[in-house]
């Protein structure tokens, strides 16, 4: 699913921001990644979508070399995965509905599907009551709800989620842990960037902790180990 | 691409246009603005080339031929003229008719010219057209040179400097039209980069979620296109209404039988596609300008 191997990346400014990343996820699987800020987990995320390229080693995703994929395969590629952020990234003047089918416009899926693969998404996050909604007349929660839906869409294979409890309350964020729980036991990989010690030690999984660039600790059911 | 896409890029392009408001006004305006001085120079370019053709068919050589050139010799010359590359037609005229035509262009004050007719001072003549008017000065040279012509007239002066005026209107007109052009390619690709940056979330979102950059790109190709061709609507109707004044009143003008101009019509419909074309381009040119930037993975 994910292979990445003496991943080094180096931003032009000459911040290192992973130094010798080895590492390899199965399909399936649940990951948490916890770390300071700064230390290498954003940029971790954004390689898996090929958001950024790295300066050495080699990241397989979904058996594509993104160091090796051509610019114009870029968005088929992307197709594949799932990205979900702290802040949401919904258009402000779409409607909740439009938010999501935007998703499946921008690949071209016939009108017809794309009726009926948001409601049964929206269903899925339990939100078909509040299709209709613009952005702003929703709750955190609710937001980030059809961010995934947004994301869970074009049923990818893996699903980058990062900080997704980020900005919200602990009550709201079990709600979103049991959704991304959900989609988890349908079979498609998450990888969750997080700062929350409450969440990685009570909803155990993989935890992978990053310091300086670099993979320290990389246990199953594993603990958040950092003091908040 | 499918029908649903298209449609839903030219809906996109065309709610963007409206939604951006005073820049689609603005943008709009540098394009009306250019398209009405390109038009301006148009007509005037085109029309001037219209009347310089013309004036250039009617340059033609006149060859006075010696009082004293037996028939034979009138033969001998005409052969010889003849003989000369790239000559259209060779007339003869004889004196007689001649001062018929001079009576005639001079009207009423022609009459005096009557006296002459008994004793007629003016010479036969050869009227010689070049196949290229441009030619007309080597060929009048050429004929200078043969026995028994008296002298050659084509109005040198008059020749030359129309075609210098031609010359040098052609291609001032062709630089101004260039750099105006250019002008508001640049303002377009500015007032669109302006309209990127407030959509760059939404590209982003795009390309997160798998657009390809065509597909990106299409709608702001359907708004560059749409501010063009609005911005060509008030220049179309400033020209069609101004030129069709103007052929109402050249009418009267050439009854005295002054310089034409082209007619409305096609001129007109011509004029206007080119126009919209013009500004189309510049739209569509200045929109993927601008967007090319953000389209870098």
């Known amino acids: ?228 | 691409m499918k029908f649903s896409t298209l449609k839903r890029h030219f809906k996109e392009g065309a709610r963007n246009t409206w939604r951006n408001g005073w820049m689609t006004i603005a943008s709009i305006g540098a394009v009306t603005t250019t398209l009405i001085l390109v038009g301006v120079f148009l007509v005037l370019m085109l029309n001037l080339n219209h009347i310089a053709n013309e004036l250039e068919d009617d340059v033609q050589i006149k060859a006075l031929i010696e009082v004293t050139a037996e028939e034979s010799d009138v033969d001998q010359l005409e052969e010889n003229i003849n003989n000369i590359n790239g000559i259209e037609s060779i007339d003869f005229s004889t004196k007689e008719e001649e001062l018929e035509n001079l009576i005639d262009s001079m009207g009423e004050q022609g009459q005096a010219w009557g006296l002459y007719e008994q004793d007629n001072p003016l010479n036969d003549v050869f009227i010689v057209k070049a196949e290229d008017p441009l030619e007309t000065e080597r060929i009048a040279a050429e004929i200078e040179e043969f026995d028994f012509i008296y002298r050659v007239n084509y109005g040198q002066e008059y020749v030359d400097t129309l075609f210098k005026f031609n010359e040098y209107a052609r291609n001032v007109g062709l630089v101004l039209i260039a750099a105006l052009v250019f002008t508001a390619i640049f303002l377009i690709s500015n007032t669109i980069k302006i309209t990127i940056l407030a959509r760059k979330k939404e590209i982003g979102i795009m390309k997160l979620v798998g657009a390809t950059n065509n597909f990106i790109r299409w709608p702001f190709f359907v708004e560059g296109m749409f501010l063009g061709v609005l911005g060509s609507v008030i220049p179309i109707a400033v020209i069609l209404i101004g030129y069709y004044f103007l052929t109402q009143n050249m009418a009267i003008l050439q009854q005295f039988n002054f310089v034409t101009i082209l007619d409305f019509y096609p001129f007109a419909l011509q004029i206007s596609l080119i126009i919209v074309g013009i500004g189309a381009s510049i739209g569509v040119w200045g929109s993927l300008m601008s967007v090319r930037k953000f389209l870098k993975v």
Request: aromatic residues 8%; hydrophobic residues 40%.
């Open chain 1, 1 to 228: 699913m994910i292979k990445m191997q003496e991943v080094y990346m180096t931003y032009p400014n000459g911040v290192v921001a992973l130094n010798g990343v080895d590492v390899t996820i199965e399909q399936g699987e649940f990951v948490y990644i916890v770390g300071h800020s700064g230390a290498g987990k954003s940029t971790f995320t954004k390689m898996l979508f090929r958001e950024e390229v790295p300066t050495k080693g080699s990241v397989v995703v979904n058996n594509t070399d993104i160091t090796t994929l051509k610019w114009k395969e870029v968005p088929y590629f992307r197709r594949n995965i799932g990205v979900v952020y702290q802040d949401f990234r919904l258009l402000p003047k779409l409607t909740v509905y439009e938010n999501i089918a935007f998703a499946l416009e921008v690949i071209e899926e016939s009108p017809k599907n794309i009726r009926k693969r948001v409601m049964s998404v929206l269903d899925q996050v339990g939100l078909k009551n509040k299709a209709r909604f613009i952005p702003d007349e929703l709750s955190g929660g609710e937001q980030q709800r059809v961010a995934i839906a947004r994301a869970m869409v074009n049923h990818p294979s893996l699903l980058i989620a990062d900080e997704p409890t980020g900005n919200l309350d602990p009550e709201t964020s079990w709600e979103i842990m049991r959704i991304l729980e959900e989609i988890n036991a349908s079979g498609t990989t998450i990888l969750m960037a997080t700062h929350s010690k409450e969440i990685v030690n009570t909803v155990k999984k993989r935890v992978i902790a990053m310091e300086d660039g670099m993979i320290v600790r990389d246990e199953h059911r594993g603990e958040y180990g950092y003091e908040v």
